[in-house]
């Protein structure tokens, strides 16, 4: 078996911190998995299902199915990262070994993606999805391997945040963009013009990945997964960090998967729904580095409550006062997008975890542990659009008729993640108190500063 070698927390104050420069390297590297994340789940399914050739249906099916599948690899993959092609560099070696055939996928995507049957784009699909993981798996872990303390870890995965936000921006105004430009263009065309900026990501990767410092994954004598997972278990700001990215990634895709029918049926913007939603990432560019900096300063648990709290109170405060007008609903947007951050304190936090857990477990298993920290997001976006759907249907919303049911979906888009984050800030809590009372002095630092 094999893992990365990582110092102990207790070196953090023995080694320089990160270079400017490596900490823009690092973001940058992370371009082709940001563009094809979000953006490319808005657009691929109304691309397949206008081409005829599967059904609706058949389209929710093979979603559903490649979810599942993520489910399955993912774990896979972090071990295999851990454990095979150890030595220096291999995190490199992994992402470049990713690139060549999320790069040849893409294209047959996004141009004969509408016009294959289910079984080929199912397969097609297992392989997209398998070597987007692997670069992503990849390109964490070689984070954790970087960092020396709490606070480079958070400064490093707050600029990977902010870096995707901006790439986030890009993605969603490639096709609006696009439309401006070529009246009448297709739903393909404005997707391949999305999809364009990966070919503008890739060569900005690779430049980016040949500066970022390498580190070794070295082989190591393992422990066996019974014990591994009874150190998993007996280890609680580990399980408690899992349980807040599933409720944090539960109470966005609560929001992201009612946001269209709420600017329709709320604030009666049904055409500006787009803009709206392109304005909350722009608020999550700007928030980034503000919560990167109070992350370093504070400790990451309070100023991740900080944010659950302060997007569940903007949320319950809609209930009594709407956004009036396109003015005060894109400012809404833009607030509520600085919320959309979470992922910079959950990444490194568990680059925090990492030295204490190899320890515990005998051998460093960071690609593993990313893995299932992927894992805890999808299956809380995947419960989140489950539920929320499940609740329109309970209470009659009809998309055709949003007005009928206004109220029932502003409660439901106002209060279901409100209390996702409120069960999450009770985590974030006792994670607090477990981190505070570590033998680590950089995991109480992660905590709070002394």
């Known amino acids: 078996m094999a893992s990365t070698a990582l110092p102990s927390a207790a070196d953090a104050d023995e080694k320089p911190g990160l270079r ?48 599942i599948w993520d489910g399955v690899v993912d774990p896979l993959i972090g071990t295999m990262v851990d454990r095979v092609r150890t030595g220096l560099g291999a995190h490199r070696r992994w992402m470049l070994i990713a690139l060549i055939p999320l790069a040849l996928l893409l294209l047959a995507l996004v141009t004969v993606g509408d ?20 670069y992503e798996v990849a ?65 900005i990767a690779l430049f980016a990945i040949r500066r970022v410092p390498a580190r070794a994954v070295v ?10 997972i009874r150190a998993s278990l007996s280890f609680p700001p580990l399980m408690l960090l899992f349980g807040v990215q599933f409720l944090n990634s539960f109470a966005f895709g609560s929001l992201t998967s009612l946001f269209v029918f709420f600017a329709a049926a709320v604030l009666d913007l049904d055409g500006q729904s787009a803009v709206l939603l392109f304005a909350s990432f722009i608020g999550g560019a700007l928030a980034s580095p503000i919560w990167t900096l109070l992350a370093r300063r504070f400790g990451k648990p309070p100023m991740m409550m900080a944010m659950g709290l302060l997007i569940s109170g903007l949320l319950v405060t809609t209930l009594a006062q709407e956004p009036r007008g396109l003015a005060q609903a894109v400012g809404f947007s833009l607030m509520l997008g600085t919320g ?18 190899a ?37 009659g919303f009809d998309p055709k008729n949003g007005a009928a049911a206004a109220r029932e ?20 809590i006792l994670m607090q108190r477990e981190l505070a009372r570590a033998p680590e002095p950089a995991l109480a630092i992660a905590a709070r500063p002394k």
């Not at 789940?41 to 059904?55: D, F, M, T």
């Open 139 to 203: 390109q964490l872990s070689w984070g954790s391997a970087l960092v020396r303390s709490p606070a480079d870890s958070a400064l490093l995965y707050g600029m990977r945040d902010w870096f995707a936000k901006i790439a986030l921006i890009l993605a969603f105004a490639a096709p609006a963009a696009a439309q401006l430009l070529v009246p009448g263009i297709s739903l393909q065309g404005r997707i391949m013009a999305y999809a364009s900026l990966f070919l503008l990501m890739v060569p």
């Open 409 to 428: 979906l502003h409660l439901i888009f106002a209060l279901q993640p409100t209390a996702s984050w409120i069960v999450m800030v009770g985590l974030l």
């Open 20 to 67: 400017s420069r490596t900490v823009a390297a690092y973001a940058a590297t992370a371009g082709p998995t940001v563009i094809l994340g979000l953006p490319f789940s808005v657009y691929l399914p109304p691309y397949i299902a206008e081409g005829g050739v599967i059904s609706v249906a058949l389209v929710g099916l093979l979603f559903s199915l490649t979810t």
């Open 340 to 357: 959309f951050v979470g992922l910079l304190f959950t990444y490194s936090m568990l680059a925090d975890l990492i030295p204490q857990d």
């Open 115 to 134: 016009r294959l049957p289910f079984a080929a784009l199912f397969l097609m699909m297992i392989f997209f999805y398998s070597s987007y993981s692997l």
């Open 359 to 395: 320890g515990r477990c005998g051998r460093n298993r960071s690609a593993f542990l990313f893995a299932l920290l992927n894992l805890m997001q999808k299956f809380g976006v995947a419960a989140a659009i489950a539920v929320s759907y499940l609740l329109l249907d309970v209470v």
């Open 219 to 228: 082989a190591e004598p393992g422990i066996g997964w019974r014990h591994e």
